[in-house]
């Protein structure tokens, strides 16, 4: 017999959001609740941009408006331009960036692999 399983459901608009600066919030939609993923959803205003900063996972970026660019430590000039519908894997302990590269809001979906969300900023 299997065991019984739940299947997870996570609501945006029920959602906590929490200000990332005033040019952007997040809405955690998974996380620190048993499962092995951490999701959330970042809406960015037109100038923002994260700081250099790096994960000890791989994070998954996928874009749901907008436009955004992303970058590696020392590869600022070759940023990846990615538009709605396009994912970016950034790789485990490197460096990365990420901007509003349009003048709209840009919404993306962020899949950290890993049960909790671990951020190290970069002081330069």
């Given at each position: 017999?299997?065991?019984?399983?739940?299947?997870?459901?996570?609501?945006?608009?029920?959602?906590?959001?929490?200000?990332?600066?005033?040019?952007?919030d997040?809405?955690?939609?998974?996380?620190?609740?048993?499962?092995?993923?951490?999701?959330?959803?970042q809406?960015?205003?037109?100038?923002?941009?994260?700081?250099?900063?790096?994960?000890?996972?791989?994070?998954?970026?996928?874009?749901?408006?907008?436009?955004?660019?992303?970058?590696?430590?020392?590869?600022?000039?070759?940023?990846?331009?990615?538009?709605?519908?396009?994912?970016?894997?950034?790789?485990?302990?490197?460096?990365?960036?990420?901007?509003?590269?349009?003048?709209r809001?840009?919404?993306?979906?962020?899949?950290?692999?890993?049960?909790?969300?671990?951020?190290?900023?970069?002081?330069?």
């Amino acid at each position: 017999m299997r065991p019984q399983a739940e299947a997870k459901i996570a609501r945006l608009s029920e959602s906590e959001t929490i200000s990332f600066g005033p040019l952007a919030d997040y809405n955690r939609l998974t996380g620190d609740d048993g499962l092995p993923v951490f999701t959330g959803v970042q809406t960015c205003k037109p100038g923002y941009q994260t700081p250099l900063h790096w994960h000890p996972y791989v994070e998954c970026l996928f874009i749901i408006e907008g436009e955004m660019e992303a970058w590696l430590e020392g590869q600022e000039d070759r940023p990846a331009r990615l538009g709605e519908g396009d994912m970016i894997a950034l790789p485990a302990c490197v460096p990365h960036v990420f901007r509003n590269a349009g003048d709209r809001q840009l919404r993306l979906l962020g899949i950290h692999a890993s049960p909790s969300r671990i951020v190290h900023r970069v002081q330069e």
